[in-house]
């Protein structure tokens, strides 16, 4: 019985990070797949993006934009902060 405790508690971390590699592998590819039918399109800002805080350099902003197929879409983008006070 003691054997195959040992047995387990020394195959245990192999076989955590051989089930992690195939985990990380399978998504990658799933990940790449999605990626290749991505197309950049243009979005138009509802709102003015607000002057973000110290070393932000990205806001999140409603927008609303046109995907290839035709089908209009809302939510939210990245949009580059609106410059602070100390820019001006």
Not at 37 to 44: I, L, S
Not at 57 to 76: F, L, M
């Amino acid at each position: 019985m003691g054997g195959l405790v040992a047995v387990f508690l020394a195959g245990a971390p192999f076989a955590a990070v051989a089930a992690g590699h195939v985990a990380y592998s399978v998504g990658s590819r799933t990940a790449r797949a999605q990626q290749v039918t991505w197309r950049q399109v243009p979005a138009v800002l509802a709102a003015t993006a607000p002057a973000a805080g110290f070393r932000q350099y990205q806001v999140t902003v409603p927008a609303s934009w046109t995907a290839p197929d035709g089908t209009r879409h809302a939510g939210t983008v990245l949009a580059p902060r609106a410059p602070g006070p100390a820019a001006r």
